[in-house]
């Protein structure tokens, strides 16, 4: 439960070292104290091992570290991928990301469990199997590591909490748990408003199937809630908004948070590109939203 830390989310693509640093030192004078180790970091690091220190000096120089951290994902990265020989690709690249993750002594990673994208698109058992498949893999080295697979909400059936709640069930580990995911969760409550919805697209469009719209995400979620990704939409798109540019209750969220009893960390998924919002905004509507962090 509260008090715990704010982690902010930057998207780094086609920075240079010099930029990367600023962003870093912005944040900082403003406030934050925790940055996300995204995918993009994480894909960067893949390619040239030396990132791994160099960015832990560029951080500790500024008086931040990485907190929580995103799996890299896609169609070949997500735990349902289809493909058998990219699927044992997909694994290794995991289990390398779990590896760099406890070096750089970020302890939770939110990993995609992967979205009904395919057409013609398989059976939901399919992909539940290959997902179980995948956690079987993955979770003896995360607890190893010490490490916490958070799976996500997102707006495809594959995804539902019960669906996440099927996979908690099979895998009772610590080393498990859900990543809260704000933006996605308002899309199934009132995406039902839009006609052309993100989930009304997937489910009727694409999948043909009635969209199974749900209110109460995060409280069916809470218990096992390690993370959150807080972000604000209108329930039609993933915009990634500033919280409060759109229609989330944030009261509501904010108090169900605190009784989540294994929330780690609170992260800023805002997107400033797209919310239009500079790291000061940001710092600034994080700590007025969950001010009781505020310091950690």
Same mark, same amino acid.
């Given at each position: 439960?509260?008090?715990?830390?704010?982690?902010?989310?930057?998207?780094?693509?086609?920075?240079?070292?010099?930029?990367?640093?600023?962003?870093?030192?912005?944040?900082?004078?403003?406030?934050?104290?925790?940055?996300?180790? !995204?995918? !993009?970091?994480?894909?960067?690091?893949?390619?040239?091992?030396?990132?791994?220190?160099?960015?832990?000096?560029?951080? /500790?120089?500024? &008086?931040?570290?990485?907190?929580?951290?995103?799996?890299?994902? &896609?169609?070949?990265?997500?735990?349902?991928?289809?493909?058998?020989?990219?699927? @044992?690709?997909?694994?290794?690249?995991?289990?390398?990301?779990?590896? *760099?993750?406890?070096?750089?002594?970020?302890? !939770?990673?939110?990993?995609?469990?992967? #979205?009904?994208?395919?057409?013609?698109?398989?059976?939901?058992?399919?992909?539940?199997?290959?997902? @179980?498949?995948?956690?079987?893999?993955?979770?003896?080295? /995360?607890?190893?590591?010490?490490?916490? *697979?958070?799976?996500? #909400? *997102?707006?495809?059936?594959?995804?539902?909490?019960? %669906?996440?709640?099927?996979?908690?069930?099979?895998?009772?580990?610590?080393?498990?748990?859900?990543?809260?995911?704000?933006?996605?969760? #308002?899309?199934?409550?009132? &995406?039902?408003?839009?006609?052309? =919805?993100?989930?009304?697209?997937?489910?009727?469009?694409?999948?043909? %199937?009635?969209?199974?719209?749900?209110?109460?995400?995060?409280?069916? %979620?809470?218990?096992?809630?390690?993370?959150?990704?807080?972000?604000?939409?209108?329930?039609?798109?993933?915009?990634?908004?500033?919280? &409060?540019?759109?229609?989330?209750?944030?009261?509501?969220?904010?108090?169900?948070?605190?009784?989540?009893?294994?929330?780690?960390?609170?992260? =800023?998924?805002?997107?400033?590109?797209?919310?239009?919002?500079?790291?000061?905004?940001?710092?600034?509507?994080?700590?007025?939203?969950?001010?009781?962090?505020?310091?950690?």
């Amino acid at each position: 439960m509260y008090p715990v830390p704010i982690t902010y989310l930057y998207q780094f693509e086609g920075l240079n070292e010099n930029q990367r640093r600023a962003v870093m030192r912005e944040f900082a004078v403003n406030g934050a104290r925790h940055l996300a180790l !995204t995918d !993009t970091l994480l894909g960067d690091i893949l390619k040239k091992e030396s990132l791994m220190d160099q960015m832990q000096q560029e951080m /500790a120089n500024e &008086g931040l570290t990485f907190a929580d951290a995103h799996a890299m994902f &896609g169609v070949e990265m997500d735990l349902n991928c289809l493909n058998p020989q990219k699927r @044992r690709m997909m694994i290794a690249r995991h289990k390398l990301q779990l590896e *760099i993750i406890a070096y750089m002594g970020v302890d !939770t990673i939110t990993i995609h469990i992967g #979205n009904n994208r395919e057409q013609p698109c398989p059976p939901i058992d399919v992909h539940y199997n290959l997902i @179980r498949e995948s956690l079987a893999e993955l979770l003896p080295v /995360a607890e190893e590591l010490g490490v916490i *697979i958070n799976i996500e #909400n *997102i707006w495809h059936p594959n995804n539902t909490p019960e %669906m996440l709640l099927k996979f908690k069930e099979s895998f009772p580990t610590d080393a498990l748990g859900f990543c809260y995911d704000a933006g996605h969760a #308002n899309i199934m409550a009132k &995406g039902k408003n839009y006609e052309d =919805s993100l989930g009304n697209l997937v489910w009727k469009t694409k999948l043909n %199937m009635e969209p199974q719209w749900d209110e109460k995400i995060l409280e069916k %979620m809470l218990p096992h809630v390690v993370t959150c990704h807080i972000h604000d939409n209108k329930g039609d798109t993933d915009s990634h908004w500033l919280p &409060g540019s759109g229609n989330i209750d944030w009261q509501h969220i904010t108090g169900l948070l605190k009784q989540a009893p294994r929330l780690k960390y609170i992260q =800023s998924e805002v997107i400033p590109f797209t919310a239009n919002a500079s790291i000061k905004d940001l710092c600034a509507k994080f700590n007025k939203l969950f001010s009781e962090t505020t310091g950690l």
